[in-house]
Nanobody, 124 residues
Framework: VQLQASGGGSVRAGGSLTLSCSFS????????MGWFRHAPGQEREFVAA????????YYSEAVKGRFTISRDNHKNEVYLQMDSLTQEDTAVYYC??????????????????WGQGTQVTVSS
């Protein structure tokens, strides 16, 4: 499985960005997908996750109500719509995959495939 994240960039506080992650190599609909982020000096943290069929979504408290995760199983892509961005959202964002249908992982060590990361920088 290969994951390719894109869509990062620089934005002013209050702005929006949409990240995309392309999946290849296996059957996308067999995988739960997650987004994580890693800010300088901090550990990688969970942001959002979505079940294989898109029916379940989970968010960290830090982004709940501002970020939306979605997926398109025809395009083999997962997205992270980020609104009302703050400087605390500045980080490298990673998409991750786990071949599982009975649960939606939210912990870093529950995912076994990772993309390369895309930088999101929010300025004041």
């Amino acid at each position: 499985v290969q994951l390719q994240a894109s869509g990062g960039g620089s934005v002013r506080a209050g702005g929006s960005l949409t990240l995309s992650c392309s999946f290849s190599g296996r059957t996308f609909s067999s995988y739960a997908m997650g987004w994580f982020r890693h800010a300088p000096g901090q550990e990688r943290e969970f942001v959002a996750a979505i079940s294989w069929g898109g029916g379940e979504e989970y968010y960290s408290e830090a982004v709940k109500g501002r970020f939306t995760i979605s997926r398109d199983n025809h395009k083999n892509e997962v997205y992270l719509q980020m609104d009302s961005l703050t400087q605390e959202d500045t980080a490298v964002y990673y998409c991750a995959a786990r071949r599982i249908r009975i649960a939606v992982p939210t912990q870093t060590d529950e995912y076994d495939v990772w993309g390369q990361g895309t930088q999101v920088t929010v300025s004041s």
